[in-house]
């Protein structure tokens, strides 16, 4: 059965303070593993596609990497701005299209 | 860019009424799906759709229809609200990969 763990549930980081999330999964056949970020009251909003282990993506602040069994996403330098919920989720290619979500990492970024 | 959009925004239903969540995409996206989040929790998968006239159950559906009859349409529907389906609800629609989700639906049943 497809799986993702997120860790920790929370984070909390002075303004500055380079931190990880990680998110570890057990798919068969990933197809795509995938970072949103979410804020209070929204909907997630999609931050990167991960395809293989290896592969990295940068976006500002934020720099996810793959590989065979987890995931990181890299937070350097925080600001108070950076804080959300950021949520992990994977697609397996067993043949339905469904996405599989973490429960997430709170994480708040103090001035 | 509209994206997905949800209405309504917010909806305080009575015990045993009924209402419908529309949700629409304009990417011409194949997949579409409705999840529903409550407080602290992740997203749980209620319903979701392959194509025009295809839907399949997720982890939640009970208590909740779909129907998927053009591509960028994809309305839930409550036939008899319980307290218990007091959540956000999500809807989202995804390509080939990644997925997109609106602003959501904040309902109450009371």
């Known amino acids: 059965e497809d799986q993702v763990t997120q860790s920790p549930e929370a984070l909390r980081l002075q303004e500055g303070e380079s931190s990880s999330l990680n998110c570890s999964y057990t798919?068969?056949?990933?197809?795509?593993l995938f970072w949103y970020r979410q804020d209070p009251g929204k909907g997630p909003e999609f931050l990167f596609t991960?395809?293989?282990a290896g592969e990295e993506k940068e976006k500002e602040r934020l720099k996810a990497t793959l590989t065979k069994k987890e995931s990181f996403l890299h937070i350097t330098a925080p600001k108070p701005e950076d804080s959300a919920t950021y949520l992990c989720?994977?697609?397996?290619?067993?043949?339905?299209?469904?996405?599989?979500f973490g429960t997430g990492t709170r994480l708040k970024v103090l001035a | 860019n509209a994206g997905v959009t949800q209405t309504p925004k917010f909806r305080i239903l009575k015990i045993g009424q009924s209402m419908t969540l529309q949700c629409t995409q304009d990417?011409?996206?194949?997949?579409m799906y409705w999840y529903r989040q409550d407080p602290g929790m992740g997203l749980k998968l209620i319903y979701y759709?392959?194509?025009?006239?295809?839907?399949d159950k997720g982890e939640v559906p009970n208590g909740y229809n779909v129907s998927r009859s053009t591509t960028e349409d994809f309305p839930l529907r409550l036939e008899l609200a319980a307290p218990s389906q007091t959540s956000v609800y999500f809807c989202?629609?995804?390509?080939?990969?990644?997925?997109?989700f609106g602003q959501g639906t904040r309902l109450t049943v009371v």
């Open positions: 759709s392959v194509g025009a006239g295809i839907t």
């Open positions: 990417m011409n996206h194949n997949y």
């Open positions: 991960l395809y293989s």
């Open positions: 798919v068969s056949g990933l197809r795509g």
């Open positions: 989202a629609s995804g390509g080939n990969t990644e997925a997109f």
């Open positions: 989720a994977v697609l397996g290619s067993s043949g339905t299209y469904k996405y599989i």
